[in-house]
């Protein structure tokens, strides 16, 4: 059954403002399809959080894809800020992650993701297409785009046109 999830940054810093950080998202995603047995059917990368409309193939448990995606996704983008010589709020976002790390005990050193996900199971055809319209049509509401299979950083092109969007979906 597709559920619908959200991925949101803890304290909604804004880290895919920049793209090199949304890269990792979509290789991981891509990883996730190819090997772990994610069902992708929608999703969008907003500047702080991401929204999936995700399911499981088989025996596997989308609760340990979802994690492990968010364990791989936040140890690799924080490696990447710390590396990285142009991010100008490097240190800022460094001392955050830290902070929320030091106050939650299920983390050794950063936090990066908020832990809930917020999952919403879509039971029926109404549910599934609310839920698609609110994610495609979050960047849109956000100023990014006018149209929103406009976005580079989501499935919207995949079900409004013929033409494949960044990562290989199963359409609802």
């Known amino acids: 059954m597709p559920h ?3 991925c949101t940054v803890i304290n909604w810093i804004d880290v895919f403002s920049r793209e090199q950080y949304k890269e990792i998202i979509i290789e991981s995603l891509k990883y996730c399809i190819a090997t772990k047995g994610l069902n992708l059917h929608a999703w969008v990368i907003m500047s702080n959080h ?10 596997e448990k989308l609760a340990d894809i979802i994690r492990d995606f968010k364990k791989y996704t936040s140890k ?3 490696r990447a800020i710390e590396e990285s010589q142009i991010e100008s709020r490097r240190e800022w976002m460094i001392y955050m992650f830290k902070r929320a790390g030091s106050n939650n005990e299920n983390n ?19 549910m599934s ?5 609110y994610l495609h049509q979050n960047p849109v509401r956000s100023g990014y785009v006018w149209s929103a299979n406009e976005y ?7 079900y409004s ?7 290989p979906i199963e359409r609802l």
């Open 50 to 59: 991401l929204h999936l409309i995700v399911s499981a193939k088989g025996e």
């Open 152 to 158: 580079k950083y989501s499935s919207s092109i995949d």
């Open 4 to 6: 619908f999830i959200t």
């Open 76 to 78: 690799q983008i924080i």
């Open 108 to 126: 050794k050193v950063y936090q990066f993701w908020v832990q809930d996900n917020h999952p919403i199971a879509l039971m029926n055809v109404g």
């Open 161 to 167: 046109t013929e033409q494949e969007g960044l990562l």
């Open 129 to 133: 297409d609310q839920k698609l319209e």
